[in-house]
Structure formats: C-alpha cells, structure tokens
C-alpha cells in the first residue's frame, strides 16, 4: 500500500472514495490493519483508493487531523471527509460503510 506525505495528500483524496490510515511502524494495531486494508482493496479493486500515513515521519499532517491514537482510519468521497474511526476496523464492518459509498 502507498504511504503518503502531505505533500501528496490532497491530490491522492481529491476523487472517488479513499481510505487513509494513519498508522505507525512500532504498533500492532496498525500491522493487524495491514491485512484488512488488502483484502479490501482486493476486494472493492478499482471502486476505492487506499493510503497511509506514517504518524512517525508525518508528524505534521497527523497534527492537521487531530490524530491521538492509531490506527486512525478516514474515508473521503470527492475529497470531502466522510467518516472516521479509531482503532482496528473490521472487514467486514468497514466494507459495509465503504459500500455505501459506492
């Protein structure tokens, strides 16, 4: 999955429905997302753009949004913010609201 930076976040949110994941290397939580976010995008293929975030090398954009725990995963439709969630997110309760979207 593509790690972004501020320098690239607006534009990568801009169309369509994106997930972004603001995470960190050192937690376990964000490593359990990992494969959640795969299998969705696997599933859900072209209809949903998935990004992350590091918090470590980002500090600044993970500041813009308020982050204080992680994961911290957000959906944009059309670069409007439409939902947030802390913690881990499971499958099946995430493609639910990502469907939705859709």
Request: net charge negative; glycine share 4%; aromatic share 10%.
């Amino acid at each position: 999955m593509e790690i972004i930076t501020e320098k690239d976040f607006n534009e990568k949110i801009k169309k369509g429905v994106v997930v972004v994941d603001f995470f960190a290397t050192w937690c376990g939580p964000c490593r359990m997302m990992t494969p959640i976010l795969e299998d969705i995008k696997t599933e859900l293929s072209d209809s949903v753009e998935i990004y992350k975030v590091d918090v470590d090398e980002d500090q600044k954009l993970a500041r813009s949004f308020g982050i204080m725990s992680i994961p911290t995963l957000f959906i944009f439709v059309d670069g409007q913010l439409k939902e947030k969630h802390i913690g881990l997110w499971m499958k099946d309760d995430m493609l639910t609201v990502l469907k939705s979207y859709l």
